[in-house]
């Protein structure tokens, strides 16, 4: 894995106040890209965006990708080479709460920034990241690919599903165009690190347990997801960005950037292995919750062939490096420098040669 063709690239980010967004404007600081963002004020105390101090690394704007002007105005401004947009109602339990508020930002935010993308000149690529939970659920133990159904039985997943037509809508019917900047999706596995404190997430919900000395309360034990570090999918999204850069045709598609089969585990063995670095225990919430998907699989054999991307932390080190933050950051540690700490760890695991 080699990234440095994004220094001195000028890179947007919708969602760099989020979680994985605030990732992604840290590497790609790094990285030596100059870098803006669109996105909400975060909605979590604390949060990564505040505690590691984005807002110096990034030239953000808070705006909602639900403004169509608006969100054409910023791109057009800041006139960036590539857009990774990961803006986005993230949450399965939020969708049934909230299903208008998701498809409106999970659909419609996806197509006002494909279309401020395509209406400015400057941009030559777009790497639109939907999710896991964009395919019709089938319960399939070897993982989905690329080329299966798409769908949705919650708000959430049916956003998502959609926000994967629209991104194939404008592929399909703008691409041609002359200057038309190249369009891809990526689909990560659920994704696990420092700094995440969102409502209704695992890893969150379990610090969040810890800090109280309480035992944290697990709704689905038994279902299977596909774990990653952040920083997993997120190299992904960065290779897929720098080959629809160097106009690689054959990029402008679909790609899951999943787990190790190996690491495609039930909530309750994340659960035990964390345990013991974050400080908790946990039990089984009986009560009656919105329904999830019970199982999710994914298969990334395309990226590692077509992309030359490969998972490279298993479960066990993924947990050891989430616990590691936590730990480390609750001590009084600054939220940006254990970033970079951990993205240099990453990138020497992947033999980066910068």
Known sequence: MNLANYAGRRVLITGHTGFKGGWLATWLHRLGARVAGIALEPDTAPSLFLEARIADLVDSTIADVRDETRVSEIIAGFSPEIVFHLAAQPLVRTGYEAPLRTFATNVMGTANVLEAARRTPSVRAVVVVTSDKCYRETGSIWGYRESDPLGGHDPYAASKAAAELVTGAWRDSFGSEPG???????????????????????????????????????????????????????????????????????????????????????????????????????????????????????????????????????????????????????????????????????????????
């Open 180 to 354: 038309a900047p190249l369009i891809a999706s990526a689909r990560a596995g659920n994704v696990i690190g420092g700094g995440d404190w969102a409502k209704d997430r695992l890893v969150p919900d379990l610090w969040r347990a810890a800090r109280a000395g309480m035992p944290a309360e697990i709704r689905n034990p038994a279902a299977v997801r596909p774990w990653q570090h952040v920083l997993e999918p997120l190299a992904g999204y960065l290779i897929l960005g720098e080959r629809l850069l160097a106009a690689d045709m054959q990029a402008a598609e679909a790609w899951n950037f999943g787990c190790n089969l190996a690491d495609m585990q039930p909530v309750s063995v994340l659960c035990e292995h964390l345990a013991p670095l974050l400080g908790f225990t946990w039990r089984h919430d009986g009560t009656a919750h919105p329904r999830e998907a019970p199982t999710l699989r994914l298969d990334s054999s395309k990226a590692m062939l077509g992309l030359d991307w490969h998972p490279c932390l298993s479960l066990q080190r993924a947990c050891e490096l989430t616990g590691d933050w936590y730990a480390r950051h609750a001590r009084g540690e600054d939220a940006c420098t254990l970033m970079l700490e951990q993205i240099g760890i990453y990138e020497a695991a992947t033999g980066d040669n910068r």
